[in-house]
Each structure stands twice: as C-alpha cells, then as structure tokens.
C-alpha cells in the first residue's frame, strides 16, 4: 500500500496550483535548442534558451564530444574523489583557471550544485552570510545548508548592504562574514555592482562570492562581470556555469589555489556524486577555447541583443533597465502576461512569461534571451509578431 498521506498532500496541492493559474506545464522540445526550436511539430523562433553564443549546437564541439566518448566512453565512472578524475577534468579545471584570470579551478556536474557545494565547505553556524535579496535559488539553498546565520540586502542597495555589513562585523557574534551576489541578475538583466561590493568588503574583512552564470561569456569580453571591472584578483569565489554560454552542462569555482585544494577535500558533491562525463569535458574545453581565442561569438550577441532591445523600444513596449542581453519586456498584470506569451508562441515566438512570485507582484514580464545563433531576419519576425500581439492585447 502506497502512503494516503502523499497522495492527500500532491492531490490538494496540485489542485491548488492549477487553480491559481500557477502550474507549468513543460514543452518538450522536438530539435535542438537552437535558435529555431521545433515544438508540437511547429517551427518556433526561440527566445528563452541561456545558449547565449549558439555553442550548444555548434558542430566542433559536437566532434570534440563524439572523438571523447570515443576515447574514454560515455560515464566517468566515479566520484572525482575516488578514480573519476580524467585527464580531462584536469585540462578542464586549467583551463577554467586561465579563463577566469585565478590560480586554480574546481568542476561540479552543475551550477546549482557548484553553489551547494562551495558555501557549505567554507561557511558553518557561526558565519554569517549578506546575501543580494535578488539572488539565484541555488544561491539560496546553499546558504541554508551551511546553517550560516543569511542576512538579506536589498537589490543592489549598497547603503543598505554596508549597513548590514557593519552590523555583523561590530556585534562580534560570527567568525566569518561572506558577501554573496549574483554577478548578473536574471530576471532584469542588470550587473552587479562589483567595485562597491569590493570596497565594502574590503572595509569589513568579508569574503566575497559572486555566482556569474549569466556574466561569464556575455561580459568582459567573455569572461564575465568580474573580469568587466577588473577585479579578478579581489574576488575570493568566482562561481560560473558550464551550462549557459558555454552551452553544455556543469558549474565551476575560480579562485585562489588554496582554496580550490580545500573545496577538492570538503566540498561534498565533488566528494560524493560522479564526476562530469567525458562528452561533456571535451566539449566544454573547447568551447572555452573558442570564447577564449575570439570575441566573435559576443560581439554579435551584443549587436543582436542591442538590436533586439532597440526594436521593442520603438514599437514602444517597456523593456526595463537590463545592462545585458537578457531583455524583459514588462507587461505588468499576471494573467496578461500569460496570455501575451501565449498568444506570442501561437504566432511563432517562444518568450516564456515570468510572473510572481519569481519577480515582484504587477511586475509580470516576458523574458527574451537573444543569441549569438539569431539571424537579423529571426528577430525582424519576432519583432513582427510582438508588434501584432502588442496591439491586439493593448500593450502598445
Ligand atoms: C542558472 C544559474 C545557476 C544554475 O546553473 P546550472 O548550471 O544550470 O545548474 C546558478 N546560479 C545562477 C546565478 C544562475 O543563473
């Protein structure tokens, strides 16, 4: 007999969701995620992948992938810890290091996981950790699991954030402060602002940390926010995706060499869970070289991303304050932003709506991620079709 309790519980509370409007409901994609995705057996123009330079398609890193499995097959076959360690993780993790500008690097299976990986290994309950109240959730599920005393700051208020840091640092109550912020916040496309987060840390001894997922490849000629200020050498954690720009899967932490050794023998997700397979090393090493080697790829994000923003601007739709190529289109209301990015996918463009309680209540938004991959006649269309819904919702 299965558990009526479970049951009672999802049967209420999928009920719940529904009701409210509040169930996503996923589109398998039938193609890859390109430009194009191919959904219910329709071509649609593809605004809501973090592919943000076309790699995860790009056809030299598919034959360093295939030319991997070759070699080494398709599993690592263990922990890092134990013999899942493959030459490749190391040319990896170098390459990761030269990339970000820092002495060493460490690879985790993902993002999020990178992020509950590294607070934890450094933070304990005696620490206490200032967090940007805009942060990413895996930010946020980290900082639980260190038990670390979590005191929010405003969005990028950084009174408030000195405040706060001064607070901590003069009641005497923690070991270790840490500043935590994502280096670009998704939901608005705005940046950081690292130079007073340096100083302010530099002020009240705290360890910084800045989660660059939606940074690294778009900014600082790609390699990411830190890098944009010219900061590289004052951050203490410098966290970044394998799974955005660099369009294949994994996370990653950039810093000093003593760190990376500690987190290789504290951090417990690189301790206890298989290491990266080899299809996805090879193919994120290459494509680190090619971010590396030419700035092409960002250069015409940037032009599209510009041309995009520029476009929806002089049909008059408000698009917000984004510093990056992540391009809000604010509608407000929750109910007609959802049938805006309805009656956007029936017309052919995939903009998925983002709705409280992701963003603030009345702050209801489109969000469109243009890429590298997007041809001027891609976003001429989409422009069409968001003038055509524009109108007939009486958005513009
Ligand atoms: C997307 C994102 C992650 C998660 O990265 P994955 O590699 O997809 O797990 C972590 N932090 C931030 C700030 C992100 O935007």
């Not at 479970?6 to 193609?31: R, W």
């Not at 030299?60 to 398709?74: F, H, M, N, S, T």
């Not at 917000?320 to 109910?335: F, K, N």
């Amino acid at each position: 007999m299965t558990s009526h309790l479970l049951s009672d519980f999802l049967k209420d509370n999928l009920h719940d969701l529904k009701e409210k409007g509040l169930y996503n409901e996923i589109d398998p994609l039938e193609s890859a995620n390109g430009p194009m995705i191919k959904i219910n057996g329709r071509e649609r123009i593809n605004l809501s992948s973090n592919n943000y330079l076309g790699l995860a398609t790009d056809v030299r890193l598919k034959e360093k992938a295939k030319a991997a499995i070759d070699q080494y097959g398709v599993g690592a076959g263990a922990v890092r810890t134990i013999n899942g360690t493959l030459k490749l993780h190391v040319e990896l993790e170098e390459a990761l290091a030269t990339f970000k500008h820092t002495e060493a690097a460490i690879a985790y299976q993902s993002g999020f996981n990178c992020n509950m990986a590294a607070i934890s290994a450094v933070m304990d309950k005696n620490d206490a950790i200032l967090s940007d109240e805009l942060n990413h959730a895996s930010i946020i599920d980290g900082c639980r699991l260190s038990k670390a005393k979590v005191i929010r700051f405003n969005h990028s208020d950084m009174d408030d954030l000195r405040q706060k840091a001064k607070e901590a640092k003069e009641s005497g109550n923690y070991n270790k402060i840490m500043v935590i912020t994502d280096g670009v916040f998704s939901m608005d496309g705005d940046i950081a602002k690292l130079p007073e987060i340096v100083e302010i840390a530099e002020e009240f001894d705290l360890i910084t940390y800045v989660d660059d997922a939606h940074g690294s490849g778009v900014l600082g000629k790609g390699a990411g926010t830190v890098k944009h200020f010219g900061l590289s050498n004052k951050v203490d954690f410098q966290i970044g995706t394998l799974s955005k720009a660099i369009g294949v899967v994994g996370g990653y932490v950039a810093g000093k060499q003593q760190l990376i050794d500690w987190l290789k023998v504290r951090s417990r997700p690189f301790l206890f869970s298989t290491s990266l397979s080899p299809a996805d090393i090879a193919a994120c090493i290459g494509s680190i070289e090619l971010i590396s080697s030419s700035t092409e790829l960002c250069d015409r994000l940037w032009e599209n991303a510009d041309y995009l923003k520029e476009g929806l601007k002089k049909l008059g739709f408000n698009i917000g304050h984004s510093e990056t190529p992540i391009t809000p289109c604010i509608i407000g209301d929750e109910v007609k932003t959802q049938t805006f990015s309805k009656r956007l996918n029936e017309e052919g463009v995939y903009a998925k709506s983002i709705v409280f309680p992701t963003v603030p209540r009345g702050t209801g938004r489109v969000r469109n991620m243009p890429t590298a991959a997007h041809s001027k006649e891609m976003l001429d269309e989409a422009l069409k079709i968001y003038e055509k819904v524009g109108k007939e919702l009486d958005v513009i």
